[in-house]
């Protein structure tokens, strides 16, 4: 007894010396090496941040986006549908973008630290882009107070308004040009625009142009717009912009679990299909881009005379027999069909890319800007046509990585009489050539539903987009409400921001949306 005593009072002993020795080094062992508390190199959080940022968006922008922008009609109810009811239309995942800014913040505040010019300009252009899809879909948001709740303990930021948001987007766009026409070190991991400090500064010019033909019908910035779009569109040194497809802003998906087309696993998603709106502007030009947007009807493949067939928006459970039912309607594009699809095509883990901003987008901006004086360099129809022809060469690139039976890169190549029918040719009054112009864009715009949604608020193009019978409002969709999230966090300043913007509904219109 006395023996079994003494061994566990030395047990007890060399407990006790065991772990006071140790204690003084058990935080270090107890620090994984493999998840570091810091990042010391900026370069490591590049393709986090993108990768997270636009698996998020790129799903949603071509998909539940597509419904808002009338690409494609939903009865369903998960994320937008066409009803617009208040319980589908709270914006969670487009708010979570304020996730990967604290990380873009984090990378500018380091590259900034050591110098790094070229990695701080990175994350200028890619706060600016996400600010900017934040701003335009929500309206005021939190901006200038937002993302410093680690340094100031400002866990409450106020709302901006938009007109204040845009202002110091172009500032911020500015300066990443200026750091990246300058900067030295490398812009490692990049999977975006490949390492190319000069890409970066066409993507960062590209937005000021997007941004600045937004607000180009607005007052009160105290911004030129006329004197900022001819800066960037007449000094091509200064201000670089894309050349073509091969330079724009899309993120590449990889034939590797995880890194695949973010819907490519998903279950079928039989519940989009092809919109009434884009099959009737798609059909007025003989577009043969229809067979790229969307799927032959399965009634009228197995007939042996294959078709298109669209739904309109807003018609309810109608919508599942409306044309005779689903073997007459158009699922999505087939680039876009996951593995497993109700429509038994082959599907691409690689072919869709999760788009940002484009050549084509830009070539349309300018093209606009010209036939509307506010800029008085090029020519007005050689933007438009590049825009185009460049729309057209792009699908096709992305056809030829999909290796489809159908469609084929040739299946959806234009005649030459495309360009030359009413409708295309650039004639006629400054109306009528400014409403080819948007319609082109706004088909070029089909990747990215929330900025042809953005197009629509802003031009009134097309003009077949309207409510239907089911719509629980009384017009199409404005904006994007504030999430619960935020309303309960945030209440005060959320509070705040709807007195000044009139009302957190969809259809209080944004800043420019007139």
């Known amino acids: 007894m006395r023996t079994k005593s003494l061994l566990t009072a030395c047990g007890l002993l060399w407990i006790l010396l065991f772990s006071e020795g140790c204690g003084k080094n058990l935080a270090s062992i107890n620090v994984d090496p493999n998840s570091p508390q810091s990042v010391e190199n900026p370069q490591l959080l590049i393709p986090s941040i993108i990768k997270n940022a636009m698996?998020?968006?790129?799903?949603?922008?071509?998909?539940?986006?597509?419904?808002?922008?009338?690409?494609?009609?939903?009865?369903?109810?998960?994320?937008?549908?066409?009803?617009?009811?208040?319980?589908?239309?709270?914006?969670?995942?487009?708010?979570?973008?304020?996730?990967?800014?604290?990380?873009?913040?984090?990378?500018?505040?380091?590259?900034?630290?050591?110098?790094?010019?070229?990695?701080?300009?990175?994350?200028?252009?890619?706060?600016?882009?996400?600010?900017?899809?934040?701003?335009?879909?929500?309206?005021?948001?939190?901006?200038?107070?937002?993302?410093?709740?680690?340094?100031?303990?400002?866990?409450?930021?106020?709302?901006?308004?938009?007109?204040?948001?845009?202002?110091?987007?172009?500032?911020?766009?500015?300066?990443?040009?200026?750091?990246?026409?300058?900067?030295?070190?490398?812009?490692?991991?990049?999977?975006?625009?490949?390492?190319?400090?000069?890409?970066?500064?066409?993507?960062?010019?590209g937005l000021s142009l997007r941004l600045l033909m937004r607000m180009s019908s607005t007052t009160g910035s105290g911004i030129d717009i006329a004197a900022e779009m001819s800066k960037i569109a007449g000094d091509p040194a200064t201000y670089p912009l894309f050349t073509s497809y091969a330079d724009q802003a899309a993120l590449s998906f990889l034939n590797e679990l995880n890194n695949e087309f973010p819907a490519y696993h998903n279950n079928p998603i039989g519940d989009y299909h092809l919109s009434t709106t884009f099959e009737t502007n798609l059909k007025n030009l003989n577009d043969p881009r229809i067979a790229y947007y969307a799927t032959r009807t399965p009634a009228s493949i197995a007939s042996g005379t294959p078709a298109f067939g669209g739904v309109p928006n807003c018609i309810g459970t109608s919508e599942s027999s409306y044309n005779g039912g689903t073997a007459n309607q158009s699922q999505v594009a087939p680039v876009l069909q996951p593995l497993a699809n109700s429509a038994g095509l082959p599907a691409s883990p690689t072919a869709a890319q999760g788009m940002i901003l484009t050549y084509s987008e830009v070539q349309f901006i300018l093209a606009e800007a010209r036939e509307r004086g506010l800029i008085t360099v090029g020519v007005a129809d050689s933007f438009y046509y590049r825009g185009i022809r460049d729309q057209f060469a792009y699908l096709q690139s992305r056809l030829a990585i999909a290796g489809f039976a159908y469609p084929q890169p040739s299946d959806i190549a234009p005649a030459s009489s495309y360009y030359q029918q009413a409708g295309v040719a650039y004639t006629g009054t400054t109306d009528q050539k400014l409403y080819m112009i948007r319609l082109q864009k706004w088909f070029a715009l089909f990747y990215n539903g929330f900025e042809g949604w953005s197009e629509w608020r802003r031009t009134g193009v097309p003009k077949e987009t309207k409510t239907g019978p089911n719509s629980a409002i009384s017009e199409w969709p404005r904006r994007t409400r504030y999430p619960l999230s935020e309303q309960t966090i945030n209440s005060d300043n959320y509070k705040t921001a709807v007195q000044a913007m009139g009302a957190d509904d969809l259809i209080t219109r944004v800043w420019w949306n007139k």
């Open 55 to 205: 698996r998020n968006y790129s799903y949603t922008a071509e998909f539940t986006a597509s419904v808002c922008g009338d690409y494609y009609a939903n009865q369903y109810t998960s994320g937008f549908d066409d009803a617009w009811t208040p319980g589908q239309t709270t914006g969670n995942f487009l708010w979570n973008l304020y996730e990967q800014l604290r990380d873009v913040e984090n990378l500018r505040i380091l590259s900034h630290t050591k110098g790094f010019s070229n990695n701080e300009g990175v994350a200028l252009v890619l706060k600016a882009w996400m600010f900017q899809v934040l701003t335009d879909n929500f309206g005021d948001i939190p901006f200038s107070e937002a993302l410093a709740g680690k340094t100031s303990g400002n866990f409450a930021p106020k709302f901006d308004s938009q007109k204040d948001v845009y202002v110091g987007l172009l500032d911020m766009l500015k300066t990443a040009n200026t750091l990246l026409s300058s900067g030295k070190d490398p812009i490692n991991s990049d999977i975006l625009m490949g390492g190319s400090a000069l890409l970066w500064r066409e993507f960062a010019n």
